[in-house]
């Protein structure tokens, strides 16, 4: 797809991840819909991008609200008239033990990563229907595809997301929409220190990428309609290794959260 004047919303564009997508796809030409709780935020970005083609609009609020969503993407259709692709970014990460999690922390953490992704979802999949195209891509993570000690529900969350996906391209087949799963590994942004729980680097032998190499693979998953998108070789190769030896895996990461 010609990413140039396409129209395209970037949840969670106030940092990290979606913010380096946003300033990608603008020097690209797009029109971008930004969206996060941090109005502030939202404002700098589209003063730092003037200059640039295109246009953007910040809504900002709350994806865990299913009226926020809808209002979202009717803004974006109200100001552009379509909607060729949703990024599904915003998330929140996890650093504590399961059974010292806070009930409300459990559902703030479930209704940001899943329930605010199915809520951008479902109110975008009626204009793209009429349409008669878009694309979906939801930011999974390479933990959805197993599981760390300490972060057992984000990981849970982000399975969500990849079975999601998955049957939503199954229910979708005879459409022209792409749902596509984006699998970054550890990003250099500001997870660490939103997350719930511990603050701070997880310890880990793999280096992290950067927000913009990230963007980057978002933008090639626009330009080329891919459906499955791993940011870096060695994320594939540890998902994939991961696959064969499970159990040992399970016991080095176990080892190495203990001593945290
Ligand atoms: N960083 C990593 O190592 C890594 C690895 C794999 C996958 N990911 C995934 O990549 C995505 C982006 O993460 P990031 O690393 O860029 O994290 P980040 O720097 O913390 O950015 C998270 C974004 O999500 C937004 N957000 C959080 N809760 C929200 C809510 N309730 N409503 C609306 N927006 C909300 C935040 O904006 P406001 O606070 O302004 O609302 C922010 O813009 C997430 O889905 C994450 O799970 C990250």
Wanted: glycine residues 8%.
């Amino acid at each position: 797809m010609d990413i140039k004047n396409s129209v395209i919303i970037v949840t969670g564009a106030s940092a990290g991840i979606g913010e380096a997508t946003v300033r990608l796809l603008a020097e690209m030409g797009a029109n971008v819909v930004i969206t996060a709780r941090r109005a502030d935020r939202l404002a700098q970005l589209v003063d730092s991008l003037a200059g640039l083609p295109g246009r953007r609009l910040a809504v900002a609020g709350d994806i865990r609200e299913n009226a926020f969503a809808k209002e979202l993407v009717a803004r974006a259709v109200a100001e552009f008239g379509r909607v060729d692709v949703l990024v599904n970014n915003a998330g929140l990460g996890q650093r504590i033990f399961l059974s010292e999690m806070a009930p409300e922390d459990v559902t703030t953490l479930l209704d940001t990563n899943v329930n605010g992704l199915i809520w951008a979802t479902q109110a975008v999949l009626p204009h793209m229907k009429k349409q008669g195209s878009g694309q979906i891509i939801n930011i999974s993570s390479i933990v959805g595809q197993r599981p760390l000690a300490l972060s057992g529900l984000y990981c849970a969350s982000k399975t969500a997301v990849n079975f999601i996906s998955r049957a939503l391209r199954m229910e979708l087949q005879h459409s022209s929409i792409t749902v596509t799963l984006v699998y970054p590994g550890r990003t250099l942004t500001e997870f660490g220190t939103a997350r719930l729980g511990g603050k701070g680097d997880n310890p880990s032998p793999i280096g992290r990428a950067s927000a913009e190499k990230v963007a980057k693979s978002i933008a090639r998953a626009i330009r080329y309609h891919r459906i499955e998108v791993y940011v870096t070789w060695y994320d594939w190769l540890f998902t994939h290794i991961n696959r064969l030896f499970p159990r040992s895996i399970d016991w080095i990461l176990g080892k190495a959260a203990r001593f945290a």
